[in-house]
């Protein structure tokens, strides 16, 4: 069974995957998505995607909000993924908000780029803490 920090690495797979399909104008099926990237039926990953999915206009405003001189559309997809995915967690998830930025910056450390990364842990420090 993967732990959640697995779960998220798909997670962020499927999310970037989607923002491809959006920003390219192409039709998918977010189940569909799913499946081709996590082999297992697991409720967690459902909801993730599905809520930032959902959300993704909102997650990106919020995201706006916090990012300093910055916005969302000019990080990296991987990147805006991770955000937008732990954005959504801290507000409608109730997973202790330190694991949340733990997890997102880990993930940044392993795909995206230093600078990325700490936008990613700065917009979420300022987030958890309004």
């Known amino acids: 069974m993967a732990n959640r920090s697995e779960l998220r690495e798909k ?3 499927i999310v970037y995957q ?3 399909y959006k920003k390219n104008k192409i039709d998918y099926n977010v189940d569909e998505v799913i499946k081709e990237n996590c082999e297992i039926d697991n409720e967690f990953v459902k909801d993730m995607v599905y809520g930032v999915v959902t959300n993704f206009d909102e997650l990106g405003t919020i995201a706006n909000e916090h990012l300093s001189n910055w ?3 000019r990080l990296d997809l991987t990147g805006a993924s991770i955000l937008r995915m732990a954005i959504y967690e801290i507000k409608y998830m109730d997973t ?4 949340v930025i733990n997890e997102a910056v880990e993930l940044a450390k392993k795909y995206s ?5 700490k936008m990613i842990n700065a917009a979420l420090d300022k987030i958890i803490n309004e």
Do not use: A, F, Q
């Not at 202790?96 to 694991?99: E, I, T, Y």
């Open 18 to 20: 989607i923002s491809l």
């Open 113 to 117: 780029d230093e600078n990325v990364r």
């Open 96 to 99: 202790p908000k330190v694991v």
């Open 71 to 73: 916005k969302i559309d």
């Open 11 to 13: 997670i962020m797979t």
